[in-house]
Each structure stands twice: as structure tokens, then as C-alpha cells.
């Protein structure tokens, strides 16, 4: 068995988001605005994979049912703005009165150590942090500053969703709650590419998500070969948010 779809849903706004600093592995807690847009992503989720679907096209489901009668599955990074997002989805689902299963905490799924530019903004790691700026700008990494290797965040995000999404039965979704850097490079792993080579994926959202759908038994193609395929990314109940 697994889940019928994976969605993966970035926390909400905190203060750091708001002042564009580093967070990495600093636990910020959600602001107001944050728990709101949690609540208003919750809704939206209910609907979309709870509900009867309203999608048209070759691919559409037939007969119309809902697309996961056994409701939905949670996990969460650790990270209190991760964790409360979590609380606050599985609280709305529950008040519409659907099953959610969750949120369980996977640590493999915690935001990417930035190392010495967590908590700086760009301009005080350009005016402290100069190589290691340049370093980070030109490739997405800098060892010189410490930060987690792509390569490293994708793989243990990989790890993390697949293992879930093999728990879940076929009439469940998964959803994921994590962080920006961690869900995307996650995305990159679970496509089947290298997240330190592949960098045409841009972050998601705060409350934003992109959804992974399974791929049918195709064996030539290296999307089924790894047996996701991306549906639909950085998406949300609010689609005037940008600045991911």
C-alpha cells in the first residue's frame, strides 16, 4: 500500500519570513498571520482531497468519487512553525469531519542547517560573511559557512516521505509538513534528479504546497522509474502571496 497522493505544505508566516533572515534550524514560532494562513490552507485541503472531485479531462476519475475516503495522513518536521501548521490542519480537518491520522514528528524533515548565516539577513551575510556570500549566491551552497549539502537535505527528505507515504492505504493522502528549502530540494530527490546539480525548482510559499501524484507502470522513463510524478507546485488558498 501507498498514499494516493503526497502533498507537501511549507509551515506558515513567522516574523523571520517577514524580515527575510535565514531561519534554518532556529525554532521561530508562527506569527498571527501565520496560524491564519495555516487555517485558510486546512480548508482548502479538506476540499481538495476529501471532496468530490471537480476535475475534467482524459485522466479524470470516473465515476466521480472523493479522492481519499480514508482521509489523510500527517507528519511534520520537529520545528515549532512546522508542527503548529500541523496542529492547526489536523484540527480543521477533524471539525469537518474527516480522518487525519497524525501529525506524527519525523526529524528528517526539519529545515536545512544554514549554518553561520541562520538568523542574518542577506545584506548582514554580504557585509560579515563576503566569500561565503559569493560562494552561496554563485552555487546554493557554502561550505565555508557550514550550510547542509543539497544533496544531503534532499536525500533525508526523500528518506522521511517515502517511508510515510508506504505506512498510508490507498485511500489516503499524505501531507507533509515541512519548510521551504527542505520541500523543495525533497521534491528534486523524490523526481529521481540531484538537488545539487537541478536547481529549476523554486521554493514554495509560506502555507503553499506542491503536490506528487503516483506514476502508472511505465518502465522507460526515470519519473517512473522513481515512481512519483510532480501534479501541481506552489499552491495555495491565497494566490496573490509570493516570495518564496
Known sequence: MSASRIVLLRHGQTDFNLQRRFQGRIDMPLNEAGRGQAAGAAGVLVSRLCEPSAEVGMFASAPRRSYDD??????????????????????VFEIAGYPCDG???????????????????????????????????????????????????????????????????????????????????????????????????????????SELVPVGESSVKSAARCGWRLASHNIGSREDILGA
Open 70 to 91: 480514508g482521509g489523510v495522513r500527517l507528519v511534520s518536521s520537529p520545528l515549532g512553525r512546522a508542527l503548529d501548521t500541523a496542529r492547526i490542519i489536523a484540527r
Open 103 to 209: 501529525p506524527r514528528i519525523d526529524e528528517r524533515l526539519t529545515e536545512r542547517f544554514y549554518g553561520r548565516f541562520e538568523g542574518k539577513t542577506y545584506e548582514e551575510i554580504d557585509a560579515q560573511e563576503p566569500q561565503a556570500s559569493r560562494q552561496y549566491r554563485a552555487s546554493g551552497e557554502s561550505e565555508e559557512a557550514q550550510v547542509e549539502r543539497s544533496e544531503v537535505v534532499g536525500a533525508r527528505v526523500r528518506e522521511a516521505v517515502l517511508e510515510a507515504a508506504g505506512d498510508c492505504g490507498g485511500d489516503q493522502s499524505l501531507i507533509v509538513v515541512s519548510h521551504g528549502a527542505a520541500i523543495a530540494r525533497g521534491i528534486v530527490s523524490l523526481l529521481g534528479l540531484d538537488p545539487a546539480v537541478f536547481n529549476g525548482l523554486r521554493g514554495v510559499d509560506n502555507c503553499h504546497w
